[in-house]
């Protein structure tokens, strides 16, 4: 079956103007996570979102991060007013937990901003 | 404050030997580890994971230990091939799933 997408694959955006990233999940997988990915780094968990319970937002660097799952579905991570050190690759990773904690990745979006 | 520790340095190994990588970890209490593969570009891929109650776990020519008293678990790849150069992520899963990266270790397999 499909895996996990993500969109844009790349967004090139100044410096202030706010951008969504989106990520569809593996059907069926009620954890989906992000984190960030600077150049030559480890992964930076941001938010995770298990089934319906409440996300865990501890790893949010700034409240110009937001994130929402629609429908236990689609996410959509927003950053507002970005900055020159939001510069990343966004990844997002789909999980069955109730049957593996595996988690399954999408390519990443690369958000450069200028 | 809480940390994860991988190799920071590149590992680079002969075809055919065991690779062997290193986490530490210090004040977590996972309930799993896991271990991905990233390769340039790309997104992590799970290759094992194993529990707090698990000493060791294979799979073909990969075996993971874990050591909740040494809060430490090693990755090993025996028979190493080229094709298995790569960054090698271990990640901490607490209680809640929230899952912790280390920073990787990258691994050169040489023919």
């Known amino acids: 079956g499909a895996g996990v997408s993500q969109s844009p694959s790349n967004k090139v955006t100044e410096k202030g103007k706010d951008v969504e990233l989106r990520c569809d999940p593996i059907?069926?997988?009620?954890?989906l996570y992000w984190y960030r990915q600077s150049l030559g780094q480890g992964l930076e968990f941001l938010i995770y979102?298990?089934?319906?319970?409440?996300?865990?937002k501890s790893g949010l660097p700034s409240d110009r991060f937001s994130a929402e799952r629609t429908g236990g579905s689609v996410s959509t991570l927003t950053i507002q007013r970005t900055q020159q050190e939001d510069s990343a690759v966004y990844l997002c990773a789909s999980s069955p937990v109730r049957i593996s904690y595996e988690q399954y990745f999408g390519p990443g979006t690369r958000l450069t901003v200028t | 404050s809480q940390k994860i520790e991988q190799n920071s340095e590149a590992l680079n190994i002969q075809e055919g030997k065991t690779a062997t990588l290193t986490c530490n970890y210090t004040?977590?209490?996972?309930?799993?580890l896991q271990w991905y593969r990233q390769d340039p570009g790309r997104g992590p891929v799970f290759l094992l994971l194993i529990r707090e109650n698990e000493k060791e776990k294979r799979k073909e020519r990969l075996k993971v230990t874990f050591d909740t008293t040494l809060k430490q678990s090693l990755f090993h790849i025996t028979a190493s091939q080229p094709a298995d150069s790569a960054t090698y992520l271990c990640a901490l899963v607490t209680g809640g799933f929230k899952t912790i990266f280390g920073a990787g270790t990258r691994l050169f397999v040489k023919a």
């Open positions: 059907s069926g997988h009620t954890a």
């Open positions: 979102f298990q089934g319906n319970s409440a996300p865990d």
């Open positions: 004040n977590y209490s996972p309930a799993y």
